[in-house]
């Protein structure tokens, strides 16, 4: 026997099974949403990991393809490693839920979705998200729940709850709000320039979305829920704190972190520590948690110093940007490349321009989202941050920031049809110290424009940080924050856009959730900023994108043909395709409505390419004048090819002005003539002539 609960969301029905199937998880919610069906699951460890100071939370979300009834494509025919879908789904899903456990649990604990069935009505992201949620609600796992997720579109000016692929597809916003009974907790959103007023109702109107879901999560909680067990807390002992405060004095330690220069202030920390193994060298147990005391020593003097003084440790004041510095074509020879720096946050990007045909192909879950014409990659190597460590490829963190960054510039690129080119950024870290992710943007932005990229408008990003107090209405917003502020703050809330509105948010909280007033005073400082930072350091740099594309990026002419003669263009096996690439050294693709892409650096091979495309496509009609190579002769004539694939006779009868008795005294094979055509003759092919040419001609 197992138990059913349902409600009415958005419409649909949403129904969780507990007890049904994964009984040995802590936690396991069958969710059903429409006709999509994931079965999320909560597990954790029964003892603690030694030796860490962090919580072990993986979160997974499992895409499988015969969800959607696909065969995996490949060799190998079974899911490999996460897309990039699955990898930000379970970014969003970590999000909100990580702070809701304890601070001093280090037990593994792992969130799994797996996706059994895809309705494209309901989402199976967001039944993921509600399953991790209800399976760790209803576990004996400590959680500090229960939270909600609600997405929302727009179509129109109009809110959509919880919206299908269709109607995510011509949606104007893309928005994702996590919340608990009394605040949002997490927001993620890609939008076409919302206004920031309408992004706040958006925001809310998901908030209040959300209580009902919390409310249908008590309902099973009461009916199902585990006692919570308990747990080894790794929390550091008061009496080593009091021991620590004796010998570095709250004095000492604000002395030690309040230095803009990063490296200054972990050597001022680096010997405090020293100082105090030394002193703590006959106490084993204190020696094993001395690393995490030290770290909440500086963050309870930078937090008191902030919220009390409005201090912050390099000296700003509360909505004070770092430098900022901007320059384009730093890279030689590549079609576009920016480098943007802020504080000690430095990004260099660099853009590269291809024919469509190179667009990132996707297999995945959203029959929406089959290829990927833009592309923004984001590295983060160790040394940015002054460390030394191999790379092993990008991780999550990478995934998201450059995810982001890409879904920021998405609303201001140009359509294919005004720029058929697929276009890959990439940003490489140079210097990391806070926020990279909106320097990343920045610099996209820029490097866009240097490459002739036409977007529509420029985009710029900045992050907003938080110190919070013991109520409500105690709290400090600080603009531009910096490693130190994000590590020690309750929140990073990054906002991207135009002068028009938002095209991207991204928001993580270490806390149990915003109120109302952080969230709007957060999305109006970042507005201050970008604006800010638009005026005063990339428009001085480039101010609009360049008129045509780099001398090293390749050229593309786009033109449109009748698709009922795109086989005539590729011919049997691609055989005449190939014969213009051969002859030109031009790359074409031609997708499924006739429009051609030719792509080289050589003018004249690209409009040789499309004189013999548009030949190969046009009918002959009389009067048309022709050029053509003698490829073949006959007794009774000469035949000329115009293009691949596309041949016609000249007479012997019409090859001169006077009688001739063999056509070879005029015509050699090879030999490039002009000819004019004739019309139809009895058999009704087309007839062509030398000698009836316009004199003009």
């Known amino acids: 026997m197992y138990k059913s609960f349902s409600m009415e969301l958005a419409g649909r029905t949403l129904t969780v099974d507990v007890g ?79 702070p809701l456990f304890p601070k001093d649990y280090r037990n593994d604990v792992t969130l799994n979705n797996l996706v059994l069935s895809v309705d494209p009505t309901c989402s199976p992201e967001l039944t993921a998200m509600l399953g991790s949620a209800i399976a760790t609600a209803i576990s004996d796992i400590p959680f500090a729940g229960p939270c909600a997720m609600t997405q929302i579109g727009m179509i129109d000016g109009e809110f959509i709850v919880n919206p299908g692929q269709a109607d995510y597809k011509v949606s104007d916003l893309k928005l994702t709000v996590a919340s608990t009974r009394e605040k949002v907790i997490m927001i993620e959103a890609g939008a076409n320039e919302i206004p920031e007023a309408k992004m706040i109702e958006a925001i809310y109107k998901a908030h209040e979305v959300n209580q009902q879901v919390i409310a249908f999560i008590d309902q099973i909680v009461a009916e199902c829920g585990k006692e919570k067990h308990s747990y080894t807390s790794c929390a550091v002992p008061e009496e080593l704190f009091a021991a620590i405060r004796e010998i570095v004095p709250p004095a000492e330690m604000e002395e030690a972190v309040f230095t803009d220069e ?48 409005h201090k912050r440790p390099d000296g700003r004041a509360i909505t004070q940007i770092r ?35 190179e667009a990132q192909r996707l297999d995945g879950l ?71 992710s909106m320097a990343s943007t920045c610099a996209s932005c820029m490097s866009l424009m240097a490459a002739g990229v036409p977007i529509k408008k420029m985009v710029a990003g900045i992050s907003c940080g938080l110190v919070t107090g013991e109520t ?41 959730g915003l109120t109302r007033p952080i969230v709007e005073g957060a999305i109006a400082r970042c507005r201050e900023a970008r604006l800010y930072i638009m005026d005063n350091c990339m428009k001085p740099c480039i101010s609009e994108p360049r008129k045509e594309v780099g001398e090293f990026a390749p050229k593309i002419v786009q033109i449109q043909i009748d698709p009922q003669k795109i086989g005539d263009v590729v011919g ?52 048309m004048i022709l050029t053509g190579k003698v490829v073949s002769i006959k007794e009774f004539g000469a035949f000329l090819e115009f293009a691949p694939g596309k041949e016609g006779m000249v007479h012997i009868s019409k090859i001169a002005k006077q009688r001739i008795n063999r ?34 001609a």
């Not at 204190?286 to 030290?294: F, I, S, T």
């Open 366 to 436: 959203d029959e929406n989202e089959t290829s990927k014409r833009y592309m923004h990659h984001y590295n983060f190597p160790s040394y940015s941050v002054g460390e030394t460590k191999p790379s092993r490829g990008p991780g999550r963190r990478e995934i998201g920031h450059g995810a982001l960054a890409e879904r920021a510039l998405l609303p201001v690129l140009p359509s294919e049809e005004e720029f058929p080119y697929a276009i890959r950024t990439v940003s490489e870290t140079f210097e990391s110290n806070g926020s990279t």
């Open 262 to 309: 990063k490296q200054k202030r972990e050597e001022n920390i680096r010997k405090i520590t020293e100082r105090l193994e030394e002193a703590f060298a006959e106490k084993d147990e204190w020696l094993e948690v001395l690393g995490e005391a030290v770290y909440q020593y500086q963050k309870k003097t930078v937090r008191k110093m902030i919220l009390k003084d």
């Open 20 to 98: 049904r199937v994964a009984k040995q998880a802590n936690g396991a919610a069958f969710m059903h949403y429409g006709d999509t069906t994931v079965l999320s699951t909560a597990t954790a460890s029964d003892k603690p990991r030694d030796g860490i100071d962090f919580f072990p939370l993986s979160v997974e979300y499992e895409e499988k393809l015969y969800s959607v009834g696909k065969i995996p494509g490949g060799f190998n025919k079974r899911e490999g490693k996460a897309s990039e879908n699955a990898i930000l789904t379970s970014r969003v899903i970590d999000r909100p839920m990580r």
């Open 663 to 696: 056509v070879e005294d005029v015509l050699t094979l090879g030999d490039i003539v002009k000819v004019v055509c004739l019309g139809k003759d009895k058999m009704g092919r087309f007839s062509f002539s030398i000698k009836d040419l316009p004199e003009n």
């Open 472 to 512: 409500d209405d105690d709290f400090v917003l600080l603009t531009d924050i910096q490693g130190l502020e994000d590590f020690f703050g309750d929140m990073d809330f990054k906002v991207t856009g135009t002068t028009e509105g938002i095209t991207a948010i991204q928001m993580d909280i270490k806390i149990h």
């Open 323 to 357: 430098p900022l510095a901007a320059e384009v074509d730093i890279i030689p020879r590549v079609h576009g490349s920016a480098m943007f720096t802020r504080g000690q946050t430095q990004i260099c990007n660099i853009c590269t321009l291809a024919p469509l045909s």
């Open 572 to 623: 049997q096996r691609g055989k005449t395709i190939n014969a213009i690439i051969e002859q030109t050294g031009v790359k074409i693709d031609i997708d499924d409505d006739g429009a051609v892409s030719v792509c080289g650096t050589d003018k004249a091979a690209m409009d040789k390419a499309i004189e013999l495309i548009k030949t190969i496509v046009t009918d002959f009609e009389e009067g």
